[in-house]
């Protein structure tokens, strides 16, 4: 399973100019000659892998594109103005496949990375150009070539920024919903979300990217409850956000437990750095709250992560918005 964005899209490039037949026409000089000019040829259609994008989305307003026709020659040897280019942007990651949604085309890998999607059409020559011994007032020119004309598909397989982590229940779907637009399914049972789902968070004029994967429980990487399957779909993930429900009982216990399975998945998840928060804190007596941090804190005395945890509530967004600028300077850094 990935993470995918797909959109299809149309592309018409540009139809070369007509070329003109013309004649010279001065006081003086008889027989001027021919002097039509070459049509212009029709505009590009290009993509662009871009910084910055997320989504595909605006693929979604406009899947069709055409490029400029190249304009038509003129007397006077005049060859008309090339066709407008047109660039798709994209995000990093996008791959772009032929109308049978299988045969690849490119892979956008690298920012800037740009190729010709569908090329403009040659503008057709002037009768100037058939002049001849034995034709010197030819009265014929070409038409200008069709553009190419195509539909392709766009698919973006997205790399999270930051991935979610904890039991079932623990809130990270209601986290997500409530820092992106994203609307994950939300209940009071565990194994509420069944697929990992993507939210784009914007902050500050800035945006990265959140995972919610399903919970995990003690034996997942035995493949008990959804097992860890789902785990890859963190793996590349700047940094982690543990979310711990603080109403439960033994909020060491569940932290064990997930950093157990981390563990067991793979040693690159293991290490990979990890932002700890206390969920629903709204649902607790402050002075309760604090004596289980107490405990948590002291419990794992080495661990910075756990030093350094957050409290939220994303019923009151208390400590959230906090939280976001945490893990953008980590993202961005
Ligand atoms: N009081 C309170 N309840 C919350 C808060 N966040 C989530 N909940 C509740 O906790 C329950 C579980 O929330 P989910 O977001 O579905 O939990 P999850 O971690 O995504 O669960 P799985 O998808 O099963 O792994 C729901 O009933 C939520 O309404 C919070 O900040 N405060
Ligand atoms: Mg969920």
Known sequence: MKFLDEAKV?????????????????????????DGGDGGDGGNIY??????????????????????????????????????????????????????????????????????????????????RFKSSVNQAPTRADTGIPGEELWIWLKLKLIADVGLLGLPNAGKSTFLSVVSRAKPKIANYPFTTLHPQLGVVSIHEQEFVIADIPGLIEGAHLGTGLGHRFLGHIERCRVLLHLIDITQDDPILAYQTIRHEVSQYAQALAVKPEIIAFTK???????????????????????????????ISSHTRHGVSDLLDHLLTIVKA
């Not at 149309?10 to 021919?34: M, T, V, W």
């Open 281 to 311: 804190i709204d649902a607790l007596e402050a002075d309760e709250a604090a004596k289980k941090l107490k405990k948590f804190k002291s419990k794992f005395k080495n661990n910075p992560a756990v030093q350094d945890i957050r409290l």
């Open 47 to 128: 993509i662009e892998a871009v910084p910055g994008l997320n989504t595909l989305i605006d693929f979604r307003y406009q899947q069709h594109f055409k490029a400029g026709v190249g304009n038509h020659g003129a007397g006077s040897q005049r060859t008309g103005a090339r066709g407008h280019d047109i660039i798709l942007k994209v995000p990093v990651g996008t791959q772009v496949f032929y109308d049978d949604k299988q045969t690849l085309f490119v892979d956008l890998i690298e920012v800037g990375q740009r190729v010709t999607l569908a090329k403009g059409g040659m503008g057709g020559r002037g009768n100037i």
């Open 10 to 34: 149309y592309l018409k490039a540009g139809n070369g100019g007509a070329g003109a037949i013309s004649f010279r026409r001065e006081k003086f000089i008889e027989f001027g000659g021919p």
